[in-house]
């Protein structure tokens, strides 16, 4: 939603501006711009297609991107002794990143919690599939990805990110009512047990916002700039 400085000195000079959000500052107003949405890999939208799989629990999706986010991580660990009283019903999916996947396991494990602990997940198509409710940061990719899946979220906006960027994108989620958000240093243990109980408890919110999540997808975005590119060769 916010182009870096790099970005905006090059939108003055190229011929065609795409951009992944219709609310994207600075440039959405340049008559040289199309909203397309950010591209997305084919197998992630071949796996939009198929049918979730139905584990007979709930299923917490846990991202904190490619590396993890230890302090995602840490307050999911503190969250659980305040999830002790729908343990049974949840299925956690949960990528750490390589450095904290030993430590995380084991506290699943002390906590009794049914869990698939993986430090990087190969196969997104089908966790983002089968997820009820996915807890992660807001990057651009993972917001494309999200609603291509028409998922519920609660997002938590990495706080270094440039020009606090990821919480921009959060909050068009956010309005929309496509998804929760919590800034990172409000995040604790206990408030993320209550919005996770809340949501398992309300099926219609996740179902409201799963359908506010799937509208803002745009899964011919990679094919609306390739024929906008043509367009523009006068192809």
Same mark, same amino acid.
């Given at each position: 939603t916010i182009p870096?400085?790099t970005?905006r000195i090059?939108?003055?000079?190229?011929?065609r501006?795409?951009?992944?959000?219709?609310?994207?500052?600075?440039?959405s107003?340049?008559k040289?711009?199309?909203f397309?949405?950010?591209?997305?890999?084919?197998?992630?939208?071949?796996g939009?297609l198929k049918s979730?799989?139905d584990?007979?629990?709930?299923t917490?999706?846990?991202l904190?991107?490619?590396?993890g986010?230890h %302090? =995602? *991580?840490?307050k999911?660990l503190?969250?659980?002794?305040?999830?002790?009283? !729908?343990?049974? %019903? =949840? *299925?956690?999916?949960?990528q750490t990143g390589?450095?904290?996947y030993?430590? !995380?396991?084991?506290v699943?494990?002390e906590?009794?919690?049914?869990?698939?602990v993986v430090?990087?997940?190969d196969?997104?198509?089908?966790?983002y599939r089968?997820a009820?409710?996915?807890i992660?940061r807001?990057?651009a990719t993972?917001i494309?990805?999200?609603?291509?899946y028409g998922?519920a979220?609660?997002?938590v906006?990495?706080?270094?990110?440039?020009?606090n960027?990821?919480e921009i994108?959060?909050r068009?989620?956010l309005d929309?009512g496509a998804?929760?958000?919590v800034l990172?240093g409000?995040?604790t243990g206990?408030?993320?047990a209550?919005m996770?109980?809340d949501?398992?408890?309300?099926?219609i919110?996740?179902?409201?916002m799963r359908?506010?999540?799937?509208?803002?997808?745009?899964p011919?975005a990679?094919?609306?700039?390739?024929?906008?590119?043509?367009?523009?060769?006068?192809?």
């Amino acid at each position: 939603t916010i182009p870096g400085i790099t970005n905006r000195i090059l939108a003055r000079f190229v011929n065609r501006i795409f951009i992944s959000f219709s609310e994207t500052r600075y440039l959405s107003s340049m008559k040289k711009t199309q909203f397309t949405g950010n591209p997305i890999r084919k197998k992630l939208i071949d796996g939009s297609l198929k049918s979730k799989e139905d584990k007979g629990k709930f299923t917490l999706l846990i991202l904190g991107g490619s590396q993890g986010a230890h %302090s =995602l *991580n840490e307050k999911i660990l503190d969250a659980l002794d305040y999830l002790m009283p !729908v343990r049974e %019903s =949840l *299925n956690i999916i949960h990528q750490t990143g390589e450095a904290d996947y030993q430590w !995380v396991c084991q506290v699943y494990r002390e906590k009794g919690f049914t869990s698939e602990v993986v430090g990087f997940i190969d196969d997104m198509a089908t966790v983002y599939r089968d997820a009820d409710l996915v807890i992660c940061r807001a990057g651009a990719t993972t917001i494309s990805e999200l609603t291509l899946y028409g998922k519920a979220s609660v997002l938590v906006p990495y706080p270094f990110a440039a020009n606090n960027h990821q919480e921009i994108n959060a909050r068009v989620l956010l309005d929309k009512g496509a998804a929760k958000m919590v800034l990172n240093g409000d995040l604790t243990g206990e408030n993320m047990a209550e919005m996770i109980i809340d949501l398992t408890a309300d099926p219609i919110a996740i179902s409201r916002m799963r359908q506010e999540s799937l509208k803002l997808g745009r899964p011919g975005a990679a094919e609306d700039i390739v024929d906008s590119c043509y367009e523009l060769l006068g192809s």
